[in-house]
């Protein structure tokens, strides 16, 4: 019972201490004044008496503390205790703390904005009832024997994931599925919609029941079921059917198949992936809406998102195990020297490895960019910090000889530092929230022409508060704890004398914080430099092609059931048709529209043992002429060159590299065991890349067997013909046929966009890291300034011209500014190769910016410098005497 009595004694003068004060307060009065007394009856004075009382008792407020330590509990005391200290030196400094605040908050702000997004894409699970128990399955595969990718390599094919949902029983249900899947949904005026094919479980591992009609049955799905059935989006729902509940039961035509609609998702439900899904079909319909493929009989293609819901009792690990046996099984079953493997994670927006890599690269560079203007605002309140504590000097002295100690007063200035992050923090979680879903809506709404709607909205978790608290935490650690060790040195004596004992260890200290924010803020603003010139480069730079007054005409034949012989009839009466409207003055055909993401790459036989990897395209032989392409040697493709497609055109870079020295019309390339002479060099143009036009290009000519997949360049003498009248003769042979018309000029959106969203984030974040570099610098010299207002009195009076001291003053207060500089250019010049291909063609070490940002800095910085040193010398030297 004794250690709860006394474990109770504790808690009690820990919450209320007022009354053990007091006692000890009585207690000590009385201890001193026996000694007091016993002093005087051995004939001291009363004045003595007391003296030799105090010496005796030694330092009252450490014998204090000790009591005070074995009566409750002493470190939630002292917490408590500094806590109140600190809050009223807070509120006797207001602007002192609210700039802290401010600096603070607006760094962790930013990072909890970066880091609420990153968590959003690649931590949280998905937004569906126990999303938790969600789990997402990938493959993983070794060994010579190559496999079919249709999608990503970790997805599974049909047989793979038949397995999983039979043998691991950690799942209760499991389902696959194929999102992104482009069709063509019929009516009177097709349109292009993204259908996602599932297995008959979807909706039951989801958890999502429908708003009309029913969900995908396990009767969908058996064979010989009727697999056309579909279940509409809300938003398509609305949108194509006028929100009419009598849909269901419906049929529709997704690629010129009927399917019947058997139900209508929820409001709000839009899938698992980013992208929103519009239509959900049954698995077994995939060989009907892909004509060209059946994947639901290939056994090696990975083409499948897997993923189950976890039984009540199980966990993760045991799902884990049980992929484990399943992969071993696999692998027994599989090509001699194969391995697979199978993993399992908690399914979010990126769970899928190949993605979860990518988005926590991009996440890991972001968080490192506004990590580096946190680093800055440490260092300002850290300077801040340090010109604030020598004003105290005096006090710690003070606390320091009645016998505080040094570990004591440094916990009670790191509280102090705490507290001022802690607000800081708080208010940064708030400014996070705001920003993080401010900066998602400012980049999906500047997303480049033709890009699917996002749907994605970050919210605040607990990862999002721990990982505040803790940045919160390094925070006011990083910026509090070299001041406090500082403030503490033990130089009692200089202390008491003039209460400057910072000394020149002090001016060291802020030179060398000044010196990394300006290094910092330099990293930052040359990268924004450079990919600000880089934008204005892409925004300025001729391709060597005509964009302008050039539409680009796409449709999916394929999808659409086109033979090759249909394909090519309908190539042909379209090309006919589109010619015949006025203003038209060429139509060519390219598997690949200029500066698009669809040039193909291939291995090409150069003869003599050599052959090498070359992008290319399918074009027709007027493909130049609608670009304004410069055949500089030699001719386009002859119509018996498109006929048998044994022949290929080069640019110029190409042939150089290929043959240099000898002339590329006597060569040929080898592709598919077929001879390819060269009948044509053409001028370099951006074909492939914007910036670059040096890169090696073969165009190859467009015969009977590819006009399944080829787009219409279709150019005008003036401006373009409209799309309306663009699709009416495209219609005019197939009503039921979705076309998409573009203007080719739209395709440097796809290269600018990303470009402009990068320049404009990192900008933002520039031009925050040099504000706050500048509070720094000001702040520095004009503390400088002020503990130096009798020299510069002395000197002055003494016949110093003013413009001399000025000069003295500005080089002292520069020097770690150009230190920093320095620094800061190497650390960009190490840094900028990273964001190389968004400079299109501009050099990383781009000497316009590496010249530039340090001298606008440099000039920043000085005037950041003159102010305070001017005020200083409008002082006259005697009041600058007299005040000191």
Not at 307 to 312: E, Q, V
Not at 721 to 737: F, T
Not at 847 to 859: E, Y
Request: contains cysteine; positive net charge.
């Amino acid at each position: 019972m004794k250690p709860l009595r006394a474990w109770t004694a504790r808690l009690r003068d820990t919450l209320r201490p007022s009354r053990r004060e007091r006692e000890m307060a009585d207690e000590f009065a009385s201890h001193l004044a026996l000694h007091v007394d016993d002093n005087i009856r051995a004939g001291m004075s009363p004045a003595e008496a007391r003296r030799q009382a105090l010496l005796k008792f030694g330092p009252m407020e450490a014998v204090k503390d000790a009591y005070r330590d074995r009566a409750r509990f002493a470190l939630a005391g002292r917490i408590g205790q500094d806590l109140r200290f600190a809050l009223r030196l807070l509120r006797r400094a207001p602007a002192f703390s609210l700039a802290a605040i401010v600096t603070i908050a607006l760094a962790i702000g930013v990072n909890a904005a970066m880091f609420s997004v990153l968590n959003a894409a690649a931590l949280q699970p998905l937004r569906l009832p126990e999303a938790a128990r969600l789990t997402r399955v990938s493959i993983g595969i070794d060994g010579p024997v190559r496999r079919g990718v249709s999608g990503v390599a970790s997805m599974l094919a049909l047989p793979e994931y038949e397995t999983v949902a039979a043998e691991a029983h950690a799942f209760e249900s499991v389902m696959a599925y194929a999102p992104f899947q482009p069709v063509t949904l019929g009516g009177i005026e097709p349109r292009p919609v993204l259908a996602t094919l599932a297995s008959c479980t979807y909706f039951e591992v989801l958890r999502v029941r429908p708003a009309l009609g029913r969900a995908l049955a396990p009767a969908d799905c058996r064979p010989g079921a009727d697999a056309q059935v579909a279940v509409l989006s809300d938003a398509l729902w609305r949108s194509a059917f006028a929100a009419d509940p009598a849909v269901v039961g419906r049929a529709v035509t997704l690629n010129r198949i009927p399917f019947t609609v058997i139900g209508v998702s929820p409001p709000g439900f839009t899938g698992t992936e980013v992208v929103a899904e519009d239509l959900v079909v049954a698995l077994p319909a995939q060989p009907a809406l892909e004509r060209e493929r059946d994947l639901l009989r290939a056994a090696d293609v990975s083409w499948l998102m897997v993923i189950g819901r976890l039984r009540p009792d199980a966990t993760l690990a045991q799902a884990r195990r049980d992929l484990a046996l399943t992969a071993g099984r696999l692998t027994a079953a599989a090509p001699a020297g194969r391995i697979i493997r199978l993993d399992a994670a908690t399914a979010t927006l990126s769970s899928l490895p190949e993605a979860r890599r990518l988005v926590l690269a991009i996440g890991t560079v972001v968080l490192t960019a506004v990590a580096l203007v946190l680093l800055i605002a440490c260092a300002n309140i850290a300077n801040l910090l340090l010109a604030r504590a020598v004003t105290r000097r005096r006090e710690i002295a003070v606390r320091m000889a009645l016998g505080a100690g040094r570990t004591r007063l440094i916990q009670q200035l790191l509280t102090e530092s705490l507290l001022l992050a802690g607000i800081g923090g708080i208010c940064g979680v708030a400014v996070g929230s705001w920003a993080s879903r401010v900066v998602v809506a400012f980049v999906i709404a500047r997303l480049p022409p033709g890009v699917w709607p996002l749907i994605f909205e970050p919210r605040a978790d607990i990862r999002v508060g721990l990982y505040a608290a803790a940045l919160t935490t390094l925070t006011g650690l990083a910026f509090g704890l070299a001041p406090a060790l500082q403030s503490t040195r033990r130089d009692l004596a200089a202390d008491f004398r003039d209460g400057s004992g910072a000394g020149a260890r002090g001016g060291r200290l802020r030179g060398m914080l000044v010196s990394l924010q300006v290094a910092v803020c330099l990293v930052l603003l040359l990268s924004a430099g450079l990919l600000t010139r880089g934008l204005y480069r892409a925004q300025t730079l001729d391709p060597g092609l005509a964009m302008d007054g050039v539409s680009v005409v796409s449709y999916d034949l394929p999808g659409a059931g086109y033979t090759l012989p249909a394909a090519a009839a309908f190539q042909r009466q379209t090309i006919e048709r589109l010619a015949a409207l006025p203003g038209v003055r060429a139509v060519a055909q390219s598997s690949a529209a200029p500066l698009s993401t669809q040039h193909a790459e291939t291995r090409f036989d150069l003869g003599e043992g050599r052959s090498r990897y070359l992008e290319f395209s399918v074009v027709s032989p007027g493909y130049f002429d609608v670009l304004h392409i410069p055949i500089v040697r030699g001719r386009t493709f002859t119509a018996a060159e498109t006929q048998s497609e044994g022949a290929a055109i080069v640019t110029e870079s190409t042939a150089r590299r290929l043959w240099p020295g000898a002339d590329p019309l006597a060569q040929s390339l080898v592709l598919d065991k077929v001879p390819r002479p060269i009948v044509g060099v053409v001028r370099d143009a951006q074909v492939s890349r914007l910036g670059f036009s040096d890169d090696t290009y073969v165009f190859l000519p467009a015969g009977p067997d590819s006009q399944q997949r080829l787009q219409l360049l279709v150019a005008g003498t003036g401006p373009v013909p409209g799309a309306a009248a663009i699709r009416a003769a495209v219609s005019a042979g197939d009503p039921q046929l979705a076309t998409t018309v573009a203007g080719l000029s739209e395709n440097l959106e796809q290269w600018r966009a990303p470009s402009r969203l990068v320049a404009s984030l990192s900008s933002a974040l520039a031009a925050l890291a040099l504000i706050l570099a500048c509070t720094g610098v000001f702040g520095t010299v004009a503390y400088a300034v002020s503990r130096r207002v009798r020299e510069i009195g002395i000197r002055v009076a003494l016949g110093a011209g003013r413009a001399d001291v000025l000069r003295l003053i500005l080089r002292q207060g520069m020097r770690p500014v150009l230190i920093g500089i320095g620094l800061g250019l190497a650390g960009a010049a190490a840094t900028s190769t990273l964001f190389s291909s968004m400079l299109f063609g501009l050099s990383p070490y781009d000497p316009l910016a590496f010249i530039a940002v340090p001298a606008a800095l440099t000039g920043v910085a000085l005037l950041a410098g003159y102010v305070p040193a001017r005020r200083a010398l409008r002082v006259a030297p005697t009041e600058a005497l007299k005040a000191e």
